[in-house]
């Protein structure tokens, strides 16, 4: 069974910077498009990030410029560079598997003033 486990979230202040892990167990790992979404509070979860199998990225406006998306298959790892955090990027962060459907357990970051 597929597991996906996030790491790196926390607390930060406005304009600080973040590194979100997911790590992926027992996965042809190299084959997946892996995806970043976030739910902040009261809200509907949101796809942040993605990238394919042969490394292509796309993000949602709102992180164009500060997130950065990349993985590496020999750690069967994606990850999620945040820079220049706003307010409004407090969220719990979930990786996701794209081709298996698989979610991980999420990661909080919050960002303060």
């Known amino acids: 069974q597929v597991q996906l486990v996030e790491s790196g979230g926390g607390s930060v202040q406005a304009g600080g910077s973040l590194r979100l892990s997911c790590a992926a167990s027992?996965?042809?790992?190299?084959?997946?498009?892996m995806s970043w979404y976030r739910q902040a509070p009261g809200k509907q979860r949101e796809l942040v990030a993605l990238?394919?199998?042969?490394?292509?990225?796309n993000y949602v406006d709102s992180v164009k410029g500060r997130f950065t998306i990349s993985r590496d298959n020999e750690k069967n790892t994606v990850y999620l560079q945040m820079n220049s955090l706003k307010l409004e990027d407090t969220a719990v962060y979930y990786c996701?598997?794209?081709?298996?459907?698989?979610w991980g357990q999420g990661t909080l970051v919050t960002v303060s003033s």
């Open positions: 996701r598997d794209v081709r298996l459907g698989v």
């Open positions: 027992r996965t042809i790992f190299s084959a997946s498009t």
């Open positions: 990238i394919t199998s042969g490394g292509s990225a």
